[in-house]
């Protein structure tokens, strides 16, 4: 659930900032009374929040499928001493459907550990266990493997590449695992988008939007996995999601069988975030049930469909562009077959009746080459592409806003906000998603010398 | 410059805190000494704010968003929690202010928006308005029953106003919902409440944990654990999360504060000093003010203790202007000092029934006892430890009605126990418990 709005508006406000604070003097300054206890109220979580999931055929191990998923948005390389880490108290999931019932039927987790000293030393380098469940059965794949540590800069952590590829691990059951810092590879005007879904030009396809993640990081854990322990061997397309799951902690509901003395043991686990299809909860969730959908498994979406049946983006769409419209904001069956059960028009990746917010993946269709990727995916005549999986290269900003503006019924618009590459070109070998920038050679915030 | 800030407001602040407190306001600040007490933080620094480009370029991105579109209801919800959180980063209260009417403008053209009621709730709770602030979590609770925040406005309200099983309900409901920093504090309070430390303790540290990342949340819980280990004899455990909550935030009172109470426990006055002047320089909160005139005058420097006690009529009328209520903060704090103490005892009573809390208890107890009515006091100080509270001060105050009451023995058993869990509880009591203690 990428939160589009906080944090990430920092660039565009920077002139305003200056303007605001150089009028706004004077008036009563006071405290806030305090004898009352103000625990924060709305938490961001940034650790346990999933900002994108991609699935793709590996274009260069085409026997393999590769799921990455990515968490703490913005994470701005110089913002020492608050160095970013997996953390340590929540389970990091990702889920495989491999029969459209909403269910998973593989899943891996993530269990983080912080190394002694790390807080206060500043060494992020984290070591973790991944656990593999399939059907009932779980097993342990891998213990103390280890996370490269953040990109810091080239003293604290010199030749970062080969550092991090230190971090890519075997796991015993043959696939290949890599959980540390990277680069944000979402590429998005989040400025623009946050305005009321503004398109900077025309119809924002010609560029000119600003990609407002270039040179921030995120945490990812990839996972290149061999097709056959995917492959269902019918219509080969599996559902995909990752979550993050919290400990409830109580007052009353005391637990007799607790492992503390106290009674207070630990709760179980309870998912805070999730996502599948990228921008769902941002763009088709309403506000007043964002809690209810994080917590919520896709075996149990059909209550949220009517979201996605009428999407409020298209009304939005509507009422900002009618020079483009008429756009479509009720009845939106296609939407409802993209998202929610694949494609079947042309039969690509559909998974039965059960509405469920997968990312669906069919390992049949053959990956497109590095130089021939075309970023607008399935819609772009790609099939290897977003809402076929999702790469890294897909464009799923301009994507959703061509299919809800009505591409997939006969309503085509080069909409798009007018980015459309990550700023990093992405690695073609594993884990693909580029090196995280240093925070000694961030590019954000340089400025030229006014004086000597 | 923060001073002339405060100098500033006061003259806007004046006409409205007069209408707010209607005739009750008795204490004249002495205005030759309050220029010179907050000597450094400046405007433009106060403006940037607690984590300069954090809300602070949120507010601005937000503003420009909404001279465009002047009814975007989002953008209008978003800010309005944005000036909350920085009332949480700056401690300036005229940003509650500007938050109600950003809120009440967005409930205007939305009025089911659950965002804006919520934070209309919280608002209201951040002004010790907990009736107010209970009837807007239950009004946010029927727009959205599976929003986790709402049950934690209902349960903060529910628990001021003295209703505990509910309140432990609400946050048990919020913390099922969604295990975050939000829920996890509130599972921590509670449990601190109810006397269990150690379980009070680890619900914190999986709040600290869920917070890392958010500086201000992540200063905060490592405060709040810092404070639960001082409050329970663990000074030396309490420093390092002290540490690295000033670490994390070095401009944050919040966390200044916080220090400034583990050097004074640590018996290191002169750090604690420090501290707390840094804290009171960013922002003058009328108990940590107090605080460093205690610490003033507990190193002698009786002339740098009266300026300090000067300052807090003016900054109680600052926020009374903005709405907030503080009549047991201010009964505590007169009763404390030995001011104007029938007067305080009339503050206790009217807080009382806004606030019938644990908090409320203790503070009319004292109020009373301060005032020589001990027996009236006691049923108070008895209703205040009834949850099993740990609380040092509060055992003292209990001790302190019992001798009062003419229980040498029953008040040095309490005293004991106020030092078993601080022997530097209170700058200003704790010598007092020694010496009874030993009776």
């Known amino acids: 659930m990428r939160k589009l709005v906080l944090g990430l508006v920092l660039a565009a406000a920077v002139a305003a900032l200056i303007a605001v604070a150089a009028t706004r003097g004077g008036g009563p300054k006071a405290a806030s009374a305090s004898s009352h206890r103000e625990a924060p109220l709305i938490s961001q979580d940034p650790t346990a929040d999933n900002t994108d999931l991609y699935a793709f055929v590996s274009p260069d191990k085409p026997d393999t499928a590769t799921l990455i998923a990515n968490w703490i948005p913005g994470e701005d390389p110089a913002a020492g001493p608050n160095y970013y880490t997996f953390s340590s108290t929540a389970r990091y999931d990702i889920y495989v459907d491999q029969n459209g019932d909403g269910k998973p039927d593989i899943s891996y987790q993530f269990r983080f550990k912080n190394l002694p000293s790390q807080f206060f030393l500043g060494n992020t380098q984290q070591s973790y266990t991944v656990t593999k469940t399939v059907g009932k059965k779980t097993t342990t794949v891998g213990s103390g493997l280890l996370t490269p540590p953040d990109n810091i800069g080239p003293r604290s952590t010199p030749n970062y590449s080969a550092l991090a590829a230190q971090g890519i691990h075997q796991l015993s059951d043959g696939t290949t695992v890599f959980a540390g810092q990277r680069d944000d590879p979402f590429f998005a005007d989040v400025g623009a988008i946050f305005d009321l879904v503004a398109i900077r030009e025309g119809t924002g396809a010609t560029g000119g939007g600003k990609d407002f993640l270039a040179g921030y990081g995120v945490h990812s854990i990839a996972l290149q996995i061999p097709k056959s322990q995917l492959d269902n061997g019918t219509n080969h397309t599996i559902g995909v ?49 964002k809690d209810k959908w994080n917590a919520s498994s896709p075996a149990n979406d059909k209550q949220f469909e009517t979201y996605y049946q009428n999407p409020i983006l298209a009304t939005v769409l509507q009422k900002l562009y009618p020079q483009f419209g008429p756009f479509q904001d009720t009845n939106r069956q296609d939407l409802v077959d993209v998202l929610g059960t694949g494609l079947k028009l042309p039969m690509l990746n559909f998974t039965g009746p059960t509405f469920a917010d997968e990312l669906r993946l069919n390992l049949s269709v053959p990956p497109t080459a590095f130089d021939k990727i075309k970023p607008l995916g399935v819609i772009g005549g790609d099939l290897a592409g977003y809402p076929n999986g999702r790469r890294l290269e897909d464009d799923v900003i301009d994507i959703s806003e061509r299919v809800v503006g009505g591409a997939l019924i006969g309503h085509s618009l080069p909409l798009g906000d007018g980015v459309d590459a990550n700023d990093q070109p992405n690695l073609h070998v594993f884990p693909y998603v580029p090196a995280p920038f240093s925070g000694f050679a961030n590019t954000k915030g340089v400025t030229s010398p006014t004086h000597p | 410059m923060a001073r002339r800030l405060l100098i500033a407001g006061i003259a806007a602040a004046s006409a409205a805190a007069i209408l707010a407190l209607g005739g009750l306001w008795h204490r004249t600040p002495a205005p030759a000494t309050a220029s010179d007490v907050l000597p450094t933080a400046v405007a433009a620094e106060l403006q940037k704010g607690f984590a300069a480009g954090d809300t602070e370029a949120e507010v601005s991105g937000l503003q420009a968003e909404l001279r465009a579109n002047p009814k975007n209801v989002k953008a209008l919800d978003t800010l309005g929690l944005a000036d909350e959180q920085r009332v949480r980063e700056t401690g300036d209260a005229t ?55 709402v049950y934690g406005v209902i349960g903060d309200a529910e628990l001021e106003l003295g209703r505990y099983a509910k309140a432990f309900k609400a946050f048990d409901r919020m913390a099922a919902m969604k295990p975050d920093v939000s829920s996890y504090a509130r599972v921590s309070y509670a449990r601190e409440l109810l006397g269990h430390i150690p379980a009070a303790e680890r619900a914190m540290s999986l709040a600290a944990s869920a917070a890392v990342g958010e500086r201000e949340a992540s200063s905060w819980t490592h405060t709040q654990l810092g404070l639960l280990y001082l409050g329970h004899g663990r000074p030396r455990p309490a420093l390092d999360q002290l540490e690295l909550a000033v670490d994390l935030a070095p401009t944050y009172y919040f966390a200044l504060d916080g220090m400034a109470q583990v050097q004074t426990s640590l018996g290191h006055l002169w750090e604690a000093i420090g501290y707390e002047r840094r804290a009171v320089d960013r922002v003058p909160l009328p108990q940590q003010v107090g605080l460093l005139g205690d610490l003033y005058r507990a190193v002698g420097d009786r002339v740098d203790a009266q300026r300090r006690y000067a300052l807090i009529g003016v900054i109680e009328r600052v926020l009374a202007a903005n709405g907030v209520k503080n009549d047991l903060d201010i009964a505590l704090f007169d009763a404390d000092h030995g001011i104007a103490l029938t007067h305080a005892l009339e503050l206790a009573r009217k807080g009382y029934v806004d606030r019938p809390s644990v908090f409320g208890d203790d503070v009319l107890a004292w109020t009373l006892a301060r005032n020589g009515q001990c027996r009236a006091g006691l049923p108070y100080s008895e209703r205040s430890l009834r949850l099993g509270t740990q609380d040092a001060l509060k055992f003292f105050h209990r001790g302190w009605i019992a001798a009062c009451l003419g229980d040498k023995r029953g008040a040095a058993e309490w005293y004991r126990r106020a030092l078993a869990l601080n022997p530097h509880f209170s700058v200003l009591w704790s010598s007092v418990a020694a010496k009874g203690a030993h009776r």
């Open chain 1, 241 to 289: 999601w990752a979550a993050t799951d919290r400990r409830v902690a109580a007052v009353t509901e005391r637990r007799k069988s607790a492992s503390a003395k106290d009674g207070y043991g630990n709760g179980g686990w309870r998912q805070v975030s999730r996502l599948g299809n990228p921008l769902i909860n941002e763009v088709i969730i309403p506000t007043n049930l």
């Open chain 2, 95 to 149: 940003y509650y202010t500007k938050a109600e009417g950003i809120l009440r403008e967005a409930l205007s053209l939305e009025p089911r928006d659950l965002i804006a009621t919520a934070g209309l709730g919280q608002l209201a709770l951040s002004r010790h308005r907990f009736r107010l602030a209970l009837a807007l979590g239950r009004r946010a609770h029927a727009i959205s029953p599976t929003t986790a925040g």
